[in-house]
């Protein structure tokens, strides 16, 4: 029993690997927030792109032909 409350104790105090830990939950987050974020981005993305593709078509006024 002293054996594990030493355990315990030692792990509460030492902060060794702490910032591994930071990372990894970071990294997690970003995950979660892309998974979340991307399939509602990706529409809108292709919309935007198709706008300004027809924008760009519909402002072009090619040259008179040469006689």
Same mark, same amino acid.
């Given at each position: 029993?002293?054996?594990?409350?030493? =355990?315990? &104790?030692? +792990?509460?105090?030492?902060?060794?690997?702490? $910032?591994?830990?930071?990372? *990894?939950?970071?990294?997690? &987050? +970003?995950? %979660?927030? *892309? #998974?979340?974020? =991307? !399939?509602?981005l990706i529409p #809108?993305? *292709?919309?935007?792109?198709?706008?300004?593709?027809? $924008? &760009?078509?519909?402002?072009? %006024? !090619? $040259?008179?032909?040469? !006689?």
């Amino acid at each position: 029993m002293n054996s594990a409350l030493a =355990f315990a &104790i030692r +792990f509460l105090r030492e902060e060794g690997g702490q $910032d591994l830990v930071e990372y *990894g939950l970071l990294a997690a &987050i +970003f995950a %979660i927030a *892309g #998974a979340l974020l =991307f !399939p509602q981005l990706i529409p #809108a993305m *292709g919309n935007a792109y198709s706008q300004h593709a027809n $924008d &760009i078509n519909n402002t072009w %006024i !090619p $040259d008179a032909p040469l !006689p």
